[in-house]
């Protein structure tokens, strides 16, 4: 198996199925950011569980901002052992688009961001990151 591209896999989520990309390289990471292109993640529901070292951030479809409408969940992107997590521009922003993901192995430092800034900096063990997409529901 090529390990620059992420795999897929399909995981039960509440009696539905949902699918993921696992990336554990900068080629997969590229692939993730193509998959997830357009989704936003409210800062304030970006958790750290210090216990597992697991970073999540869960992402929503982008939307007409015109529409009162609710924003549906698209996926989250989870971080495995995260050893530090710094957030950078997301304090002064509630939202980000995400469209980078930077990693550099000498630093082991990993960028999650947003027009070229970065919004989360994290030191991490290894590389290991999973775009979990949920499936789609939209009313008939």
């Known amino acids: 198996m090529d390990s620059r591209h992420p795999t897929h896999t399909e995981l039960a989520d509440g009696g539905r199925r949902s699918s993921a990309l696992d990336a554990t390289s900068v080629g997969g990471l590229r692939d993730l950011v193509r998959r997830a292109r357009g989704w936003s993640c409210d800062v304030r529901g970006v958790a750290l569980d210090d216990q597992s070292g697991k970073l999540h951030l869960p992402f929503v479809e982008k939307v007409d901002r015109r529409s009162p409408s609710g924003r549906v969940a698209a996926?989250?992107?989870?971080?495995?052992r995260?050893?530090?997590?710094?957030?950078?521009?997301?304090a002064r922003a509630r939202w980000f688009e995400l469209d980078g993901l930077l990693y550099d192995p000498a630093t082991r430092r990993l960028s999650i961001g947003s027009d070229g800034r970065s919004q989360f900096s994290l030191t991490v063990e290894t590389l290991d990151v999973t775009l979990r997409i949920r499936p789609?529901?939209?009313p008939g």
Do not use: H
Request: charged fraction near 35%.
């Open 82 to 90: 995260v050893e530090e997590f710094l957030v950078e521009g997301a």
């Open 75 to 80: 996926g989250e992107l989870i971080v495995r």
């Open 136 to 138: 789609q529901t939209r």
